[in-house]
């Protein structure tokens, strides 16, 4: 609920003390903060009773209403309310801005404000999207930037790092604590945002930042994604991470209009566990089980709806009629999960996934370079899989054994390229330089330390419950080691002469290139054991092994570009 | 969770500005006031809050010619429409409704007490507490549906809004009312039967058994029997009645359940959204922008076809219509202002234009939100005798 509630709060503040009809103006990227904590119904209570984009170009006045405006504090936003305030359409303006506000975005403010609608302007820090009580994302565009050198494309770059800083800086004032920053030493975007944030928390904004101090500071730890780029090349087996992976989960909505035939109020619908107690319950259920619950699920309303039916005396009908709503409620929900389910059945069988996917797990959690070689050869000769699950066993076998008989990874990309015609060999390459084991700090497949070696073993011979979620992200062994506090300092150095003493009890994660669902899936499973430490996980955005390839192939792109240059 | 307020500041440097900036406007007098403020002499009155829930809010009168007003030419405050006022009456009626729920609970509370007395003046309370709660939630409803089908404006979604948060909490308390009276329902017949079964019991007690001593029942039945079987069957046919008229004003609300639940949005669902109901607005208004573009693009294939007479004009309004659009009138229709000279003079019309051919006819433009980027708009087909 934490971060979820936060938004929640920061809204509900907003709205509370403006008495009358109100409407509330929101830019693109607020309408996805405001749309995953607030519903419309909501909203409705609160007495708002429009909500417009603050592009919107409408010039009706409506001076009985009250404008409450909620905007990222960027310069195009302030150009656009300089001229809203010229022009005012509506009674009184309420501005709230989502981060910092330069002085001289105040006084341009000031400036055209001769009307005087303005009442008061504040700074609500929800400045991240909260999909999950533990989980929030940045949506942040042109994700790709990450994985260049800053001199390529300077102004991007900087972009992309004050948009990171915002979102974490949020999240923190948000929390109204102030973290100690550690980051990974072998990537530079990680060590450059966690350097600017410290230089926001502790020299430019310090009196914002002071919090009363408690006996264990937070930490924040900023990492790259590129460290563990296995995990979002991964088919998934549980439930949100699946529907992310084979349909795709925006702002926890999920459109089906695209997929298969679906009926017409199912095209796109919504999977907040917050509203859907089904989806809290097995969001992070493997197939299997969520097959099984949703039949229970199906059952139980057949039973409901029997008995609707079997109407005989007035209680009867006047039972019913008092039930209906929940009636309803409970076939909108039932259909719903039916439906994704089934859609996720058909792809499954359609792209021959469950053989795919016990090849990935092998190659990701298990040895065996000779075995897995037949494998992945076996699978690209196989006409029934799909070009885009080619070139993950490729680039999956290539991650693990890039260093292993440099031969036959050569015949694998020369089989890849003869049989997919999308695809280029040259995206698998340019993975490794991204993220080959030269350039990865973190001990991805646990063959480097000999207590890695010696669990490893372990585990094989103790054998898997289910072989389709064997594998564990890098990110789990992390969370262990900063739960131990035995995070390898010359991995993971703290920034400046910040230093933490003991364990810390609240630890903020944001990989920088984005998260996946299987990794807030572990953040979750481990704040639900209360063991003492509490994990957020954030990212410049939530991935799925189509986006991760989408940024690898603009990165190439674009660094070709460069190099011909 | 942490917030930074920035008012003071801000208040500050619009002081710091307003000072510059007032002995510039106040160096034109009169004649700038006439020029900008066309139309707006006389008394505003200025609606503060439009709540008639909120009474210590007041109609302030606020006169134009207020010196310590910074900018002469102030911001015109019009009426809110019309359908604020009936959503306040709707919202006055529910909370009438609300108390006198509270007063038939109470109600029912004292006609289910056993009682010395008939309990008629009881009865007669609750019908009439239960009619008058189901004649204020049906004019609400009526007046909800009213909302909607008032003129349509361009605060069509802000009406939409207002009726499904009305319709929300109208639907919950008829359902809170058909719960009351489910329940006093429920009670009240147990009491019917727990009577009856007292009166079972008053008979096998005080007198003989009636099933074995059948063949004597004629004679059996004494006088007080009887006229406590009269009294049983009277109290249980006015049982009846009240439990016929509780179900009847049960059926009633459900018929307005049933309407409004059309209205309602459901929690959870995609139409609970925010950033849905924002695309269905946006996608709307590009569809109209498509169709706009279809249309122009038929007139410049006239272009070369058709020679200007009688003021129609061809593929240069065209391209004016994109940058040229008027300032909206009373009603919010922006009327195109034709900027070609020439069809000016031939034509002698000054507001209306012709904003070009569409299949041969002569049609009018009229633009809802004139700006170059966005429009919706209609075609309207106007007889050729209108034409001169």
Known sequence: MVLISLVRDYIGRMLQDIPGMKVLILDSQTVSIVSVAYSQSELLKKEVFLVELVDSMSKETMSHLKAVYFLRPSNENI?????????????????????????????????????????????????FCAIDPFHFTLNIPMHHIYMLP????????????????????GVFLALKRRPVIRYQRTSDIAKRIAQETAKLMYEQESGLFDFRRTEFSPLLLVIDRRDDPVTPLLNQWTYQAMVHELIGIEDNKVDLRNIGKVSKDQQEVVLSSEQDNFFKAN??????????????????????????????????????VDNYPEYRKMQGNVSKHVTMVTEMSRIVDERKLMTVSQTEQEL????????????????????????????????????????????????????LASCSAKYKPGLVQFLLKQAGVDRRTGDLY???????????????????????????????????????GRLREVDYPFIGNHFQQGRPQDVVIFIVGGTTYEEARTVALHNASNSGTRFILGGTAVLNSRRFLRDLEEAQAISRKSNAI | MSTRNRTPLYRKYRDALRSVRVPVASSLPSSSSAASSGGRAGPVIEMVSTSLLHPARSYAPLSTEDPSNSSPAHLTV????????????ISVNMQHARKKMSDLVKAHEKDLMPSFGDGKEDQHAIEVLTHDITYLLKKSEKQLMKISSSAPSGDSNIRKNVQRSLATDLQNLSMELRKKQSLYLKRLREQKEGQDGFDLNMNMNGNRPTMEDDEFDDIGFSEHQMSQLEKNEAFTREREREIAQVVESVNELAQIMKDLSVLVIDQGTIIDRIDHNIQNVASSVEKGYKELHKVL????????????RNGYVCDSSC?????YAGPPNTKGITLLINTNTNWNKSSGRGRYSVAGLFRGNPCILFFFNDLPCVFTYSLYFIPSFLWN
């Not at chain 1, 009674?91 to 009307?115: M, P, R």
């Open chain 1, 79 to 127: 150009q656009k309310l300089r001229r809203q305030l010229a022009n005012p359409r509506f009674g009184e303006y309420h501005l709230f801005f989502s981060n910092i506000l330069k002085i001289t975005q105040i006084q341009v403010l000031a400036d055209s404000d001769e009307q005087e609608v303005v009442h008061q302007i504040q700074e609500f820090f929800a400045d």
């Open chain 1, 446 to 484: 646990g063959n480097r330390d000999l207590l890695n070696i010696a669990r490893n073993m372990a585990r094989g011979l103790k054998g898997v419950e289910n072989v389709y979620t064997q594998h564990q992200p890098l990110l789990f062994q992390t969370m262990e080691s900063i739960i131990k």
């Open chain 1, 150 to 169: 800053t001199v390529v494309d300077p102004p991007s770059s900087q972009s992309f790092c004050d948009r990171a800083v915002d979102g974490i800086a």
């Open chain 2, 297 to 308: 693009s038929l007139c410049l294939r006239r272009k070369n076809t058709k020679k200007r």
């Open chain 2, 78 to 89: 019009s009426l809110p429409p019309a359908w604020v006022d009936l959503s306040e009456e």
């Open chain 1, 364 to 415: 990701a959690c298990n040895g065996g370079q000779a075995a897995a070689f037949e494998a992945v050869t076996n699978l690209l000769n196989n006409e029934a899989i799909s070009d885009v699950d080619r070139l993950r066993l490729v680039m999956l076998y290539a991650l693990r054994y890039e260093k292993e008989s440099p031969v036959q990874l050569m015949q694998l990309f020369n089989k």
């Open chain 2, 319 to 323: 391209h004016n219509v994109l940058h």
């Open chain 1, 283 to 320: 969001m992070y259920e493997n197939f299997g089980d969520l097959g099984m619950n949703i039949k229970t699920m199906v059952d139980e309303f057949q039973q409901v709806a029997k008995s609707n039916q079997n109407i005989q005396t007035i209680d009867d009908m006047a039972k019913f």
